[in-house]
């Protein structure tokens, strides 16, 4: 049979793993055996090549790799905590690029580890991006990334310091292993709330009621000669309050001995909302100012 032809439909991908093509794709997961594995497959595909990368990962993460006359990177990677795991990712990458090796030799290693760490990640549908550097980061998708960046870029203004200050621990908290979606909530409801009390101090915090109270009367103002908007921002107001109500619910302590996190998901869905209304209010106190 002609190897070139093909009875797959129109725009199917060819020469791709059916797992690949065909299994849903589901949430990017924390952990995997099948990540390790592969990992572990990849370290001892250079061979010789990692010969002092075991003494180096017990300097650096302070954790023994089991050796018996070899190391034994089945059993390190398929036994170690999640967060050695990750580190020694960028252990690897720092090895390849600081160790003695022949000229262009070791960026030549470091640039193959990188590509096939980041497609073990992605195939393997893990949460975690690795980058030029060797770094392990949480895969957050990239309009939440152009949110957060355009939030801080219109806080800017000396005037929001103390609100930019609050809003910028969302990054810490989502980088933590694993992210506390909890407190990147609280950062951006407190970041919120400081704006809304920097544009009504008489509001003595930021409820569903202090957002009628006070902001309905400015977006009035503001969009007063623009009917249609006036009519838009009317609806946002409404979604605004919705969003303060949702986020008190992780706001508060749920009286619970183990810590109530909230789906990573929701977590971030909450965190991009409010840093939609933040820069709402930026915009709407520069309009009046």
């Known amino acids: 049979m002609n190897s070139d032809s093909s009875s ?15 299994l849903t794709r589901g949430a990017p997961i924390s952990d995997s055996p099948r990540m ?8 001892a595909s ?31 990677l398929e036994r170690a905590e999640l967060r050695d795991v990750l580190d020694f990712i960028t252990v690897c990458a720092r090895f390849f690029k600081n ?16 590509t096939e760490v980041a497609r073990i990640f992605r195939e ?28 801080i870029a219109a806080l ?8 930019n200050a609050e809003y910028s621990r969302v990054e810490s908290a989502l980088g933590m292993v694993p992210p506390n979606g909890k407190d990147a909530i609280r950062s951006t409801f407190t970041a919120a709330e400081g704006l809304f009390r920097l544009i009504f101090p008489q509001a003595p915090r930021l409820t569903g009621s202090e957002v009628s109270k006070h902001l309905q009367p400015m977006v009035q ?32 302590e749920a009286g619970t001995e183990d810590v109530a996190q909230p789906p990573i998901g929701l977590a971030i869905l909450l965190v991009s909302q409010g840093a939609a209304a933040i820069r709402w209010l930026a915009e709407l106190d520069c309009l009046e100012s």
């Not at 975690?128 to 355009?150: K, M, P, Q």
């Not at 949702?246 to 706001?251: D, I, L």
Request: without cysteine; hydrophobic residues 35%.
């Open 99 to 114: 160790y003695s090796f022949p000229p262009g030799r070791g960026e030549l290693f470091r640039t193959r580890w990188l």
């Open 46 to 76: 250079f061979g010789d090549v990692i010969g002092g990368l075991g003494d180096e990962v017990k300097r650096e993460l302070g954790v023994e790799v089991p050796f018996t006359g070899f190391y034994n990177w089945d059993r390190f």
């Open 36 to 43: 390790r594995r592969r990992l572990s497959a990849l370290v």
């Open 124 to 151: 393997e549908e893990v949460q975690y991006s690795v980058d030029d550097r060797g770094g392990v980061h949480f895969l957050i998708d990239s309009e939440f990334e152009r949110s957060r960046a355009s939030t």
């Open 156 to 163: 800017s203004n000396a005037r929001y310091a103390n609100v």
């Open 8 to 22: 797959s439909l129109p725009n199917t991908p060819l020469g791709q793993r059916f797992s690949h093509v065909y």
């Open 221 to 252: 103002r503001v969009y007063a000669n623009d009917r249609t908007a006036l009519g838009s921002a009317s609806k946002i107001l409404s979604s605004f309050q919705a969003w303060v109500d949702a986020a008190h619910f992780y706001r508060h």
